[in-house]
């Protein structure tokens, strides 16, 4: 069985546009004679005009003329192709699909309202778990386990969590390493700078543990229930956690963990680490 110096080590890790006009247009004064309705088929060069079209002439000339005419259309017609442009560029994407698109980018710049933490965290100033093992299914003990992913999480605050692994002990051997042994929620914990871990062996009849893995607790050292009861409870009011509010660490409050971290940049840890706290607002 590996020796508690391992678990004391986690210590150190705490932690669209102007219109071009044609050249010719400006270039060249139409005679006022060629100019009469009854010459409709003759060009400014006076020369007999193509007859398989003359309407399409005539009325190429009548848009020019109306062109120097209103010099003011030129800026008003022009915002007129970017707005067509749009209007044929909305059906890509549905209304609905635009408006999802912008709730997910709010939610993922959307932090905690500080007010509404500390209120939750007074509510559960005298919070107790209970355990509840046909809600929340109880871990087993294996001295092999390894928390999964861990040894691809980057950093100091996630050490604890890389270096992890449960150990069997008995009361006299857990409390004559560690000044904090207390049962929560069903199972005993013990308290090892700044984070809480299962303490395995310490009462065999009470070992229910939703999670076996370290438990970041704060600058204020709370039991691990609180932490939780607070976190299930922000996380609740920001629509991430649908579940009760039971100071376990079970699935569900870890499935909520993850898409928080995820939408907030950090290491997805499904667990209660100390950057996930420290971005709660509640370290």
């Not at 007129?80 to 549905?94: F, I, K, L, M």
Request: net charge negative.
């Amino acid at each position: 069985m590996n020796q508690p110096g391992a678990m004391k080590e986690h210590g150190a890790t705490t932690q669209h546009g102007a219109t071009n006009e044609p050249g010719a247009g400006k270039g060249h004064k139409t005679p006022v004679h060629q100019e009469s309705a009854t010459a409709p088929k003759t060009d400014v060069s006076g020369k007999s005009a193509d007859t398989s079209a003359p309407s399409e002439k005539q009325q190429a000339e009548e848009h020019m003329k109306g062109m120097k005419g209103h010099p003011g259309e030129k800026a008003a017609t022009s915002p007129a192709a970017p707005a067509a442009g749009a209007a044929n560029a909305a059906p890509s994407v549905p209304p609905a699909g635009q408006q999802n698109v912008q709730a997910n980018a709010g939610a993922k710049a959307k932090k905690p309202d500080p007010q509404q933490v500390q209120q939750i965290k007074s509510q559960h100033a005298n919070f107790r778990a209970q355990p509840k093992p046909q809600q929340v299914p109880a871990v087993t003990y294996n001295q092999n386990y390894r928390i999964q992913g861990s040894d691809r999480w980057q950093g100091q605050h996630y050490q604890v969590f890389r270096s992890y692994h449960p150990e069997w002990h008995d009361q006299g051997w857990y409390h004559s390493h560690y000044n904090r042994v207390e049962l929560i929620g069903g199972g005993y914990y013990f308290f090892n700078s700044g984070y809480w871990f299962p303490a395995w062996g310490y009462s065999p009849s009470a070992q229910y543990y939703a999670y076996d893995g370290p438990i970041y607790a704060g600058h204020h050292a709370e039991p691990p229930d609180k932490v939780i009861a607070d976190v299930q409870g922000v996380l609740q009011q920001m629509g991430y956690y649908t579940g009760e509010v039971d100071g376990l660490l079970g699935p569900l409050t870890r499935e909520a963990l993850t898409a928080y971290q995820a939408d907030q940049g950090l290491t997805q840890t499904a667990a209660i680490d100390e950057p996930t706290l420290d971005s709660l607002g509640m370290s």
